[in-house]
Each structure stands twice: as structure tokens, then as C-alpha cells.
């Protein structure tokens, strides 16, 4: 059974840091490019960052360069999201995903979200 759990949002001021954590299983997480979503109501579904299943290769939307950093742990299956100087505009629904390769443009597993709220 594939699983994707996100963890480490919540609510944060502007200017702070938050972690977010995914943790897989169920399939061969070195295998797979990881990437990071977000989304807000009535928004579609944007990417933030992508990681290569190796770690070699990150990909950052222009949003977010110079703030966010994807990393992974192959070791514990866990992909991060390192997210600084968090504006409020970065409130959104945020989704880890798995894919079999970074220009591949569906993903094939998802998480269920966690929420990262910034605000003062």
C-alpha cells in the first residue's frame, strides 16, 4: 500500500521558518522524483519544488528560489521542504508527491496535504 504523509505545517508568522516533512513507503522511493505542491482554495494546484531520485537535480518555481529548499533522505524514504522567510501569500495546502521522473508532468502517488498558514 503507497503512502505520502506530510507533516510539519501549521501556523507560522511572516518572516519564519517551517520543515515540512513526507514520509513514503509502499514503493521504491529511490526511484522516484519527489515534488512538493500547494494549493489554495478555489486555485489550481502549483508546483513548488522538484528533487531527482537521487538528489542530483532540484527545480524551484521563481516564487519561491532563494527561500525554499527540497531535499531528500533515501535512507528513511523522506523527502523535505525547507521553507524560510514565509510570506503570508505562501498560505496554501501543501502536497508532497512521487513521479517517475522530473519531466514527467502527472504524478503517480500523492499525499493528503498539510497546511501551512502564515500569518501575524
Known amino acids: 500500500q503507497v503512502q505520502l504523509v506530510e507533516s510539519g505545517g501549521g501556523l507560522v508568522q511572516p518572516g519564519g521558518s517551517l520543515r515540512l516533512s513526507c514520509a513514503a513507503s509502499?514503493?521504491?522511493?529511490?526511484?522516484?522524483?519527489m515534488t512538493w505542491y500547494r494549493q489554495v482554495p478555489g486555485s489550481e494546484r502549483e508546483l513548488v519544488a522538484a528533487?531527482?531520485?537521487?538528489?542530483?537535480?532540484?527545480n524551484y518555481a521563481d516564487f519561491v528560489k532563494g527561500r525554499f529548499t527540497i531535499s531528500r533522505d533515501n535512507a528513511k524514504n523522506t523527502v523535505y521542504l525547507q521553507m524560510n522567510s514565509l510570506d503570508p501569500e505562501d498560505t496554501a495546502v501543501y502536497y508532497c508527491?512521487?513521479?517517475?521522473?522530473?519531466?514527467?508532468?502527472?504524478?503517480?502517488?500523492w499525499g493528503q496535504g498539510t497546511q501551512v498558514t502564515v500569518s501575524s
Open positions: 509502499g514503493f521504491a522511493f529511490s526511484s522516484y522524483a
Open positions: 508527491s512521487a513521479k517517475t521522473g522530473l519531466s514527467v508532468t502527472t504524478p503517480a502517488y
Open positions: 528533487i531527482s531520485n537521487r538528489g542530483v537535480t532540484r
